[in-house]
């Protein structure tokens, strides 16, 4: 690395950090209290140049302020310079930003992480698959699917020799493949999970919980192997993580009733209209122990045009199109 590329490297990882990580702050009124005291007075440096080679010298007072700020000037931009090389080597936790919405490719979710997240390497798992939804209508759901699927593995391969490094996620995509995302994942430790607002941006669930519950009614006909249930609470509601939890216990509980009432049941079909994050912690709830086999409906050109079973002993699979089969 040229000396130019590592003062840059420095200077943007300094200013990025300068009010985060605590060595950053104290460099940062190191150079202040230098700098102050190199204006003071008249620089106290002396510079002897020789033809035969000599070296320079530098000559400080002990009772010029000028020269002694110089000196902690420089010890200021050295801790500057070390941190900037110890921090661009430290993980300090993994983003998996899952994009399968088109127009999304300018989001940036690493401003709405927590402190501790910012102060580091910041490994990522970038799933951009916007290509694959044009005019509001998904291509290749298939692919998409084991892309999905396929987010444990990376991030277990990620994560290798970094334990316990905090995992952020943060996805836009249809909603069975969030709920697809968030049942791979329910194997690793706690995740943070981001909502995006179009006012606002990416953002943690940091809101109050509200108290509401969800609105349960029972089947009105006689279950036999089918039933259906529809989740909708895609008015505004606050981001809430305590809220977020409470609902995936009722619909988890709610699943578990299904299963123990109707011993012949073979698939409950799930329809959502909820955030993203939702959704995803949703598929986090899904059990094969306990729960019956979970069909997630994607509503997309006026219908709900497919959909993922996740079941117990089988990776999450696509149903076809009806419409399409049919024909």
Known sequence: MNLARLIWQSLVTF???RFVDPVYKAGFWVIVIGGSMLTAGPLAL???LRIDGIPAWLEFGPLNSAGIGFFVLLVGVALVVWRAQSLGKKPVGVLILHRCMAGMQTTDPTTGLPSKMKVGHLLRIDQDDQDFQRNGVTIDQ???LQKASNLSEHLRVTTTGHRGLPVAYAGLAPIPLLVTAGYKLTNRQE???MDYDRDA???LLDALDDGKSLNISRPHAAVSTDVAIAVSVSAPISSSV????RLCRELYELLSLIRAEYPQLQVVHVFLATQASLAFRIGQTIT???HPPVRVYQFENRRYAWSVQIEPA???RLIEDYEKRAS
């Open 15 to 17: 200013w990025k950090y």
């Open 46 to 48: 002396y510079a002897v």
């Open 142 to 144: 298939a692919g998409l």
């Open 191 to 193: 995740i943070l999970i």
């Open 201 to 203: 941006g990416w953002h």
């Open 242 to 245: 305590v809220k977020q939890q």
């Open 288 to 290: 094969q122990s306990v």
């Open 314 to 316: 089988n990776e999450p």
